[in-house]
């Protein structure tokens, strides 16, 4: 009798354990606002520390640089912006087409434009031009990273490029159904990382260049509506946050979520949408637990600090 009930208390602890449920994912990120022309600072976690800062140009991409400060693209060169208010503290100018912009740790910055193909402009840490990278047969870039091996890789139109500081392009190709290539990083196990654009869905990508696996498609089965995917983070425990954009008008922001998350294999794990606070999206830098009195970069594929 005494078996049959630990038996039966034993089962219900398990079901209950089971059964509890997990608490919901919150994030504190910073997101790139494109149609809505502002940058905000979102703090699931304490709302209060939350803000929101208008911003002129169309800006796309953004680094902790240390200090509190965020390098942030916009057409004509850069800004950086003091985290605690979303204050520009430096605007720099470099001319048109600006799409990307990185900062390495010996403070060189690189600028990526769409000019003359694509060209990549080499600042030194006073913003003194000490170097420049021409490829006249590619255009439309969207997102460049520096990698861990000294290289560049570029989102641009259909491809995408690998290249060394001279410019030398070691790397080259395409993702079927990819249209608009936004973005690749290197994963510590030699994969690459690379969103798709209008095709929805984020590719993992071996060294001889084949798609092994896509996640996306269960963001559509959940029901949610998936449009341009951009600009991502690779997060500590593997998940991965995508910005999922869906047009340049303010009110686009109605028709999906913001952005998605999705677990280690694949599966849709959480979203932000709140189309009052933000038009869409295209970029996003999830900060929960990180320095930013330090510089990060995702050299190796996830975000960490500048050692």
């Known amino acids: 009798m005494l078996r049959i009930a630990l038996a039966t208390l034993i089962t219900t602890l398990t079901i209950s354990a089971t059964a509890a449920p997990s608490k919901p994912i919150k994030h504190r990120f910073i997101a790139i606002d494109e149609s809505g022309s502002q940058l905000h600072l979102i703090d699931q976690i304490s709302p209060k520390n939350s803000w929101t800062k208008k911003i002129n140009g169309n800006s796309r991409d953004g680094q902790l640089i240390g200090n509190r400060l965020l390098l942030l693209s916009h057409p004509k060169g850069y800004y950086e912006v003091n985290l605690k208010d979303g204050e520009i503290v430096k605007d720099y100018r470099a001319g048109g087409g600006v799409m990307t912009v990185r900062r390495d740790k010996s403070g060189k910055t690189f600028i990526g434009r ?37 290289t560049i890789l570029l989102g641009a139109n259909k491809d995408v490029i690998e290249v060394d500081y001279d410019g030398k392009v070691l790397r080259r190709f395409t993702i079927p159904g990819g249209k608009h290539i936004y973005k690749a990083v290197y994963l510590p196990n030699g994969q690459m990382l690379v969103t798709a654009g209008y095709g929805g869905f984020i590719a993992f990508v071996d060294k001889d260049d084949n798609v092994i696996k896509k996640f996306g498609q269960d963001a559509k089965d959940q029901g949610e509506t998936v449009g341009f995917f951009a600009d991502f983070q690779v997060l500590r425990n593997g998940n991965i946050v995508i910005t999922n954009w869906h047009g340049h008008g303010r009110k686009d922001s109605n028709k999906g979520a913001h952005l998605l998350e999705f677990d280690k294999k694949g599966k849709l794990v959480w979203k932000w949408h709140e189309p009052e606070t933000a038009g869409c999206l295209h970029g996003v830098i999830v900060i929960d637990g990180y320095d930013i009195r330090r510089m990060h970069n995702d050299s190796r594929g996830f975000m960490s600090p500048v050692k």
Request: proline fraction near 0%.
């Open 114 to 150: 769409n000019h003359k193909g694509i060209t990549i402009t080499i600042l030194d840490k006073n913003d003194k031009q000490v170097g420049e990278i021409s490829l006249k047969d590619a255009n439309n870039l969207r997102l460049m990273r520096l990698t861990s091996k000294k």
